[in-house]
């Protein structure tokens, strides 16, 4: 796939909240089974194996199976990618990554409390 | 719009390489008008508006008209979030990239010692 192909499927993987929670669960449990990380979901199991169809389509996980049990892990490349795109942006906000960060978290737990 | 629903935004309107074109440029040049935006592409205009639509939707950009000239300019918040999203995952690379660094210097150690 080249770049450009990449980017579009991974910032289209990116773009919906089902598979953002599943990539940020991986990101705390690398390694985690198709039935754990469906659990938290209130949709149905085919549509959780739908949203991993897409997330290894665009190559931010990886599916291994070992018996009955598959097994998902991250794929940072990809991820990595879209990242480098958005770090041309920096500039404008001239704080450091660290401010960023603090930003996001701040924002995600105001968006835990309201959506509660 | 609650910082999910931005998201899915953020990332669908990132999901089109003449759409990241637009942004890119923008960057470079922040407050371009649209014949300006337009002119690299060898899309028609109307097709580049509906994409100027995408990224105003995503509220990513701004429009704002001055006589017959639309000016169009960056909205940084959304992507500032965006690239939050994504600051999760920095640890598993500046992790992997210091461990590589230190693995080249034992190797290079190694090296000067045996070689000597």
Do not use: C
Not at 45 to 68: E, Y
């Amino acid at each position: 796939m080249n770049y450009y192909k990449q980017l579009d499927r991974t910032f289209a993987a990116l773009a919906d909240p089902t598979r953002r929670a599943i990539l940020a669960r991986l990101e705390r449990q690398d390694g985690a089974s198709v039935s754990e990380l469906a659990r938290p979901f209130a949709i149905k199991l085919p549509a959780v194996m739908k949203h991993l169809d897409v997330l290894d389509d665009a190559g931010v996980i990886t599916r291994s199976k070992a018996g009955r049990v598959v097994t998902v892990r991250l794929s940072l490349d990809p991820i990595r990618e879209a990242m480098s795109w958005l770090l041309r942006y920096e500039r404008f906000w001239s704080g450091s990554l660290d401010r960023v960060a603090a930003y996001a978290e701040g924002k995600e737990a105001e968006a835990r409390q309201t959506d509660r």
